[in-house]
């Protein structure tokens, strides 16, 4: 089987049997080449290690200075440094804090009542939480006769409870009715009753 070649596109093959190059191929090898040389003197140019034979002698960089190492400072005494030498199993008071020069701010107390016997006793001062709006929207009851109240928050937070737990860790229900709820303050001990609220 005999393959006819494109003249056009491969080389003429002479008499002696060396293959010749087509007008294109020549064309295209000395850009190749062209293009060899360009990237090879732009190499050369920015490079730093590149002769000054190529265009103006380059500058030397300035080497940056070696840092001055004082041996003598090795057998120089040390000052007493606090840090790494506290024992984490020695107990004791701290170092006292400096006085603050403005005066701590005055306590209102209490008025004091005064006993049988003349004797001032002064009323304990029992902090007070803001109140916590709640509203009683009803109860649920299941087969075995446990009621659970419905409350709703201000914010919109709704509690369930049945009577004696605890809601909002603040309040402990106390009695469930049908129109109202009897909630205590744990804090306080003050109860009231929260009437039933319609939509």
Request: hydrophobic fraction near 40%; charged fraction near 25%; proline fraction near 11%.
């Amino acid at each position: 089987m005999r393959i006819a070649y494109d003249e056009s596109c491969y080389a003429r093959e002479g008499e002696s049997g060396v293959r010749q190059l087509s007008r294109r191929e020549k064309g295209l090898l000395g850009l190749l080449a062209l293009a060899a040389l360009a990237v090879t003197g732009w190499a050369l140019r920015h490079s730093d290690a590149a002769p000054a034979m190529l265009g103006r002698p380059r500058a030397e960089r300035p080497l940056p200075p070696v840092p001055r190492i004082d041996l003598a400072r090795i057998d120089a005494p040390r000052g007493e440094d606090p840090a790494g030498r506290r024992d984490l199993f020695a107990f004791g008071r701290s170092a006292e804090p400096e006085p603050d020069p403005t005066p701590p701010p005055a306590v209102a107390t209490p008025p004091a009542s005064t006993g049988p016997d003349g004797a001032v006793a002064a009323m304990p001062i029992t902090p007070s939480l803001p109140p916590l709006n709640l509203k009683y929207i009803g109860s649920v009851e299941n087969k075995a006769g446990v009621k659970v109240a419905i409350l709703v928050t201000d914010r919109r937070e709704v509690l369930t409870g049945q009577a004696g737990q605890v809601v909002a860790n603040r309040y402990r229900i106390a009695r469930i009715g049908h129109e109202s709820v009897d909630v205590e303050d744990v804090g306080s001990g003050q109860s009231r009753r929260i009437p039933l609220k319609g939509n």
